[in-house]
Each structure stands twice: as C-alpha cells, then as structure tokens.
C-alpha cells in the first residue's frame, strides 16, 4: 500500500473527509461579485414567477451554481425554507454573501407578496450600479496605466541612455545646459549604488501611503478625504453624480418595495460610497424623524447638486417620491455615463502628450550640448 493510500485510509479511518475539506477551501477562497447576485436574482425571480415552489427554485439554483461559497448559502437556504423559515431571516445568516440592501428588499418582497417582482428590480439595480461604477473604474485606470508606463520609460532612460551621453559630455569638455544638468542629476540619482537614496524616497512614498490608509480608517480622516474627492477637477464630478444616482436608484427601490422610510434611509446611508454623502443622508434621516422633509435636510448639507435636490422636493410635494427619485436616478446615471465617456475622450490626447513630454525632455538635454558643439565649430 502506497503511503499516500495509507494516509487516506487512516484518515478515514478517524473519520476525516476529504471532500469537505475541499468544499470548505473552495467556499474561503471563493469571492461572490455583484454579477453574481444579480444573475441569482434575476433567475429566482424568473422561476418564482413561473409558479415553482421556493424551495425547488432555490434547489435548481444550488445545483447550477458555480461559486462555491453561493452554491453553500443557496443550499442553506433551501434547507432552512423547507423547515418554514422566511427567505430574507435565513439570508441574515450569510452577511457576507447577502448584504442588507439584499436582505432588506427580499424581506419587503416576501411581505408584500411579490417577492419575483421585487427580485427582479433588484437585479436591475445592481446591474446598473455595478455598470456604473465599473465605468467609473476604467476612467481612472486608464491615467494611471499611462502614467505608470510613463514614469517607467523615463526611469529607463534616465538610467541606461542619460549615463552614456554624460561620459560624452565630460570628453567633450562644453558647457551643459541648466536643463541638462538637472536631467543628469536625476540620472545619478537613479543610478546611484548602493541605493541608499532612492530607498528613502520609495520608503517616503509607502509611508505616506501607509498613513493615508490608517487615516482613511477613521471616521474624521475618511470624512476628509471624501469631500477632497468630490472637490476634484474632472473626477469630482462624476464621484458626485455617481453617488447621487446610487442614492437615488436604492432609495426609490426600497421605498417602492415597501420598506419603511426610515430603515430605507439608513441602508442607503450605509452603501453610499462616501462618507461626505453618507453624513448628508443621516443628517437627513434625523430630520425626518423630527418631521422635517428630505429635500431640505439634503439642501442643509450642501453635498447635493441643485437640480436633484428639487426633482426630490417635487417628488415629496407630489407624494411620488419614489417614481422622482427612479427619474433623477436615471438621469444622473445618463450623466456619468456621457461624463466618463467624455473625460476617457479628453484624457486619451493629454495622456499622449505626456509620455510624449517625457521622452522629448530626455531627449532635449541630450541634444541641448550638441547644438552648442556645433555652434562652436
């Protein structure tokens, strides 16, 4: 017997079992994104309404699902709901695979009895705030990529082609440029062995972003920063109207759905993304408890763009408040579509222009000299 075998049929012997183990490492490793809660949904949603039983739909999902730590909760679920729990009380259990936003529109669903309808805008709406914020994502990388790339072609020449014209210059014996002379020594600050400087200043750097995160974890320190980031040039803006679009499109959700105001108002606060905008939305929700109205506790804050804050105020006069906030929801997410569109417009030529720039000065104080060589001649 091969001591691979022996080791198996010993551990079965004490009762270990191998597959649970696996399951158990697949379910840790496992990471649950919104594309597959809103592929959940949606097919829940498509089953219920078709007039299969909670129970069966829950057991066709579990058996199809691909994502290990789904696929555990899903048959979990189907379990406790055969044994007459509810739906959204058994999802409680799993906090990191159903958040209260999920939770809390299942339970209005499971209330009110339509629970496929409540699904189903539920996949709507994490389909388009998962768009939303995907389109956010990719205006921001695209900078940093070019600039990364940037930052490495200028390292590169600063280090392997700057050191090979500096020896030509020092046989030549010509007066450098001032521009030159700072390209060199940015050149032996790269090259210079043992690292000692470069080291500083890359310690410097981690540093500073080791203390950006400690005071991001803050309440103050997030506070902070979060209203910089709606105050930047460009990104600000569309950080602004994204959020503005998430409250609106979650709180219009829940109310719809008929979860009370009040717990509406403090799940949107707790998913706003900002702490700037999550501080407007409690401010808010305190002014509604004292009587007070949305639209005016949002206009107090100042954090709110005009036009939506009135669109609320008609909403609340009207007593649709809840269709309002769908309609400025909307719109605004037709906003920061058309904005990361334009900024990715307006970004891709700067972008070009500054590796151009980069190179070109490299390349510029290595020429500079040159010229006054041939001047002399």
Same mark, same amino acid.
């Given at each position: 017997?091969?001591? !691979?075998?022996?080791?198996?049929?010993?551990?079965?012997?004490?009762?270990?079992?191998?597959?649970?183990?696996?399951?158990? @490492?697949?379910?840790?490793?496992?990471?649950?994104?919104?594309?597959?809660?809103?592929?959940?949904? =949606?097919?829940?949603?498509?089953?219920?309404?078709?007039?299969?039983?909670?129970?069966?739909?829950?057991?066709?999902?579990?058996?199809?699902?691909? !994502?290990?730590?789904?696929? =555990?909760? /899903? !048959?979990?679920? =189907?379990?406790?709901?055969?044994?007459?729990?509810?739906?959204?009380?058994?999802?409680?259990?799993?906090?990191?695979?159903?958040?209260? @936003?999920?939770?809390?529109?299942?339970?209005?669903?499971?209330?009110?009895? #339509? @629970?496929?309808?409540?699904?189903?805008?539920?996949?709507?709406?994490?389909?388009?705030?998962?768009?939303?914020?995907?389109?956010?994502?990719?205006?921001?990388?695209?900078?940093?990529?070019?600039?990364?790339?940037? /930052?490495?072609?200028?390292?590169?020449?600063?280090?392997?082609?700057?050191?090979?014209?500096?020896?030509?210059?020092?046989?030549?014996?010509?007066?450098?440029? $001032?521009?030159?002379?700072?390209?060199?020594?940015?050149?032996?600050?790269?090259?210079?062995?043992?690292?000692?400087?470069?080291? /500083? #200043?890359?310690?410097?750097?981690?540093?500073?972003?080791?203390?950006?995160?400690?005071?991001?974890?803050?309440?103050?320190?997030?506070?902070?920063?979060?209203?910089?980031?709606?105050?930047?040039?460009?990104?600000?803006?569309?950080?602004?109207?994204?959020? #503005?679009?998430?409250?609106?499109?979650?709180?219009?959700?829940?109310? =719809?759905?008929?979860?009370?105001?009040? !717990?509406?108002?403090?799940?949107?606060?707790?998913?706003?993304?900002?702490?700037?905008?999550?501080?407007?939305?409690?401010?808010?929700?305190?002014?509604?408890?004292?009587?007070? $109205?949305?639209?005016?506790?949002?206009?107090?804050?100042?954090?709110?763009?005009?036009?939506?804050?009135?669109?609320?105020?008609?909403?609340?006069?009207?007593?649709?408040?809840?269709?309002?906030?769908?309609?400025?929801?909307?719109?605004?997410?037709?906003?920061?579509?058309?904005?990361?569109?334009?900024?990715?417009?307006?970004?891709?030529?700067?972008?070009?222009?500054?590796?151009?720039?980069?190179?070109?000065?490299?390349?510029?104080?290595?020429?500079?000299?040159?010229?006054?060589?041939?001047?002399? @001649?």
């Amino acid at each position: 017997m091969t001591t !691979n075998k022996m080791v198996k049929s010993h551990s079965r012997k004490q009762g270990f079992d191998f597959k649970k183990l696996e399951e158990d @490492l697949n379910v840790a490793m496992a990471s649950i994104t919104v594309k597959d809660l809103a592929i959940f949904a =949606r097919q829940f949603a498509a089953m219920f309404n078709a007039g299969i039983s909670m129970a069966r739909c829950l057991s066709v999902l579990g058996e199809q699902c691909e !994502n290990a730590k789904l696929k =555990r909760a /899903i !048959n979990t679920l =189907r379990a406790d709901v055969e044994e007459g729990e509810e739906l959204s009380l058994s999802m409680r259990k799993f906090p990191d695979v159903f958040d209260q @936003l999920f939770v809390s529109m299942v339970w209005a669903g499971e209330t009110g009895g #339509v @629970l496929d309808e409540t699904l189903e805008r539920l996949a709507v709406m994490m389909e388009k705030n998962h768009k939303t914020q995907s389109e956010i994502k990719s205006a921001t990388s695209y900078p940093k990529t070019v600039l990364f790339i940037a /930052i490495a072609v200028f390292f590169g020449m600063a280090t392997f082609l700057l050191p090979t014209f500096s020896g030509i210059f020092e046989q030549i014996g010509v007066e450098l440029p $001032l521009f030159t002379v700072m390209m060199l020594k940015i050149s032996a600050f790269c090259t210079t062995w043992p690292p000692i400087p470069q080291a /500083i #200043v890359i310690g410097g750097l981690i540093g500073i972003y080791f203390a950006y995160t400690v005071a991001y974890k803050t309440d103050s320190g997030r506070l902070f920063f979060d209203k910089i980031y709606l105050k930047l040039p460009l990104f600000g803006a569309i950080l602004e109207k994204s959020a #503005v679009a998430r409250f609106c499109i979650i709180f219009g959700s829940l109310t =719809r759905s008929g979860v009370p105001i009040m !717990n509406s108002m403090e799940i949107v606060r707790d998913v706003a993304g900002n702490q700037a905008i999550a501080n407007a939305i409690e401010y808010a929700r305190n002014e509604i408890q004292q009587g007070g $109205l949305i639209s005016l506790a949002l206009q107090e804050e100042n954090v709110f763009p005009g036009l939506a804050i009135q669109m609320i105020a008609i909403g609340e006069e009207s007593g649709e408040l809840d269709k309002m906030l769908m309609k400025v929801g909307a719109f605004y997410e037709t906003e920061v579509e058309e904005a990361v569109k334009s900024l990715t417009s307006a970004l891709e030529p700067l972008m070009i222009v500054v590796v151009g720039g980069i190179v070109a000065s490299v390349l510029l104080s290595m020429y500079l000299p040159m010229f006054k060589v041939f001047e002399s @001649l």
